[in-house]
């Protein structure tokens, strides 16, 4: 808007000049000195305005709040506020106001956030925009998706089938049936032998029902690493609320997986304040992984143990994957 009336004071101006018209050349210099004013007092009301921010919520990608306290000079100049790394937006009109809105801060490590305010003049000519900082050392984790299919079907079937007594290999004794004891355990062999019903007794195996998911060392892209996170956190976060035991095996550690784990996948390199460098090998395990995952060639691959192997290149690719 300010450029346009400069410009168009300029056409004035030329015109009342080759005409000898003083009118037309006042409405020109008007026309010059509205968004002049316009951008001092948008600048004087910009200066004196106070921002108080407040940064709450669950460490993880999209769970970061943001609270504003707007305290500003009295005029009818209003103010934009917008979080620099987020989608808190709001427009202030009086002297006061709170905005409160959802900073979408990306996964990794933040010293500060950011909010942007924008202060529009009382002709709307001009804009002041400054840039408003508040400290803060939070640890940004991954987001999660629910995906109690594929963990009750995908990466925990072999377990879960082995526990309800699936696989014959697994029996440990026959013995007669107990009220209580599912239908799908009777065996009919020894029923038929003995006359009367006889059911299945079964161990767990594969290490005590612990699911074990595994990021592969190496190099990886921050995409990549940003999805793989994503996946990890997601399967352990639903497996651990189905009651299994989950350990991670990452960047050289094997973690058992507990409220406030998620942190952990925040530092994971690379990531936002977190340099690039290739990951550590996972130590060794007795038991084969449920989840390995690799990047290769910039890509996350991931491999399960009871089912296909696929490539995951974006978020909507690791939803569709997680919620079969």
Not at 83 to 100: F, K, L, N
Not at 145 to 155: A, E, H, M, S
Request: net charge neutral; charged share 15%.
């Amino acid at each position: 808007m300010g450029w346009a009336s400069a410009g168009l004071s300029v056409v004035l101006y030329l015109a009342g000049s080759n005409i000898g018209s003083g009118w037309i050349v006042m409405l020109a210099a008007a026309l010059v000195a509205a968004p002049a004013l316009d951008l001092v007092t948008a600048a004087v009301t910009s200066r004196h305005t106070n921002l108080a921010i407040s940064v709450s919520g669950p460490p993880r990608v999209g769970g970061t709040r943001l609270r504003v306290q707007v305290t500003r000079p009295a005029g009818v100049t209003s103010l934009r506020i917008s979080a620099a790394d987020g989608e808190s937006r709001g427009t202030v009109r009086g002297q006061m106001a709170t905005i409160t809105g959802v900073a979408t801060l990306p996964r990794g490590v933040h010293d500060a956030v950011s909010v942007r305010a924008e202060t529009v003049g009382p002709l709307g000519l001009a804009v002041a925009r400054r840039r408003h900082q508040v400290a803060t050392n939070r640890l940004i984790g991954p987001s999660t998706l629910p995906c109690p299919v594929r963990v009750r079907t995908g990466i925990a079937g072999v377990e879960a089938d082995r526990a309800a007594g699936h696989a014959d290999d697994e029996i440990a004794s026959i013995r007669p049936f107990v009220q209580g004891d599912p239908r799908r355990l009777v065996h009919w062999r020894s029923t038929a032998r003995h006359g009367q019903v006889m059911v299945r007794e079964h161990i767990r195996v594969g290490g005590g029902g612990q699911l074990l998911l595994v990021m592969d060392g190496g190099t990886w892209t921050q995409e990549a690493a940003d999805l793989a996170c994503t996946v990890l956190a997601s399967l352990a976060e639903q497996a651990t609320a189905d009651g299994h035991d989950v350990l991670v095996a990452i960047d050289g550690s094997l973690i058992t997986w507990e409220a406030g784990s998620i942190g952990t996948l925040a530092a994971v390199p690379p990531a936002h304040g977190v340099p690039a460098r290739p990951l550590d090998m996972p130590p060794a395990v007795p038991n084969p992984p449920a989840v390995t995952l690799r990047c290769r060639d910039g890509h996350l691959i991931v491999l399960a143990s009871s089912a296909p192997d696929v490539q995951l290149d974006s978020m909507q690719e690791v939803r569709a994957w997680l919620q079969p």
